[in-house]
């Protein structure tokens, strides 16, 4: 089975540029977060949407960030102009959550991000 | 709010060494206990899990211990390999509060041939 999936693997692009992010979710699950990996401040909590639906946005760094679920099994993260601050490595992971249960999260390979 | 602390690394080791990573945490309700792995380059991915005080969870010779009285979720290993190099997750979730995994900052492991 494939696991989840994210496009591109590494981007470099210049400030004041968008940013486009895609994570494809394991088929059958219907949990999808996005999380943000620094040196500095370790994995944060970007965005966790059930079922297509956005429920927590609380991570999300500023107004230049949005996410979006199009559809059940694919999603975006943008950014709008996108800043060297923003240079980090992005992982989107997926799940399948059922009534009073966490299921395990599972990991996409990520998706390495330069601003210059 | 809840948290979750883990010894901070990087931790250095002979391959066959005895490996400890010690992981606390602090939380209201009756949380699940993770530790997940990552691998250089790679994302992260489940080591093993507990769901209740006093489970033991267990994966490719870890194990950790839920241990309510001490608020601890403990990593283990008899004798490490040189593949085992990484960078190690404690974390907690609680389904009666909501689906989010809280994550401790993660402790490098490096393990020398």
């Known amino acids: 089975d494939a696991g989840v999936i994210q496009s591109p693997r590494h981007e470099v692009t210049e400030m004041g540029q968008e940013v486009t992010l895609r994570c494809k979710l394991i088929s059958g699950h219907n949990s999808l977060f996005w999380y943000r990996q620094t040196m500095m401040r370790g994995l944060e909590l970007l965005i966790y949407?059930?079922?297509?639906?956005?429920?927590?946005d609380s991570g999300m760094p500023e107004d230049r960030f949005s996410a979006k679920m199009p559809n059940a099994s694919f999603s975006t993260l943008k950014i709008q102009p996108s800043e060297p601050r923003d240079s980090a490595v992005y992982f989107c992971a997926s799940s399948f959550k059922r009534t009073g249960g966490i299921e395990t999260q599972y990991f996409g390979p990520g998706t390495r991000l330069l601003v210059l | 709010g809840d948290s979750v602390t883990q010894m901070e690394g990087p931790v250095t080791l002979s391959e066959e060494a005895f490996l400890t990573i010690n992981c606390t945490y602090t939380?209201?309700?009756?949380?699940?206990l993770f530790w997940y792995v990552q691998y250089p380059g790679e994302g992260l991915q489940l080591l093993l899990k507990?769901?209740?005080?006093?489970d033991k969870g267990s994966n490719k010779g870890f194990e950790a211990t839920y241990r309510k009285e001490t608020t601890s979720f403990h990593l283990e290993k008899g004798s490490v390999q040189v593949s085992d190099s990484a960078v190690y997750f404690c974390a907690l979730s609680d389904p009666e509060r909501d689906d989010k995994i809280i994550f401790g900052k993660g402790t490098r492991l490096h393990i020398l041939p």
């Open positions: 949407f059930n079922n297509n639906v956005p429920i927590d």
């Open positions: 939380a209201t309700g009756y949380p699940s």
């Open positions: 507990a769901t209740k005080a006093d």
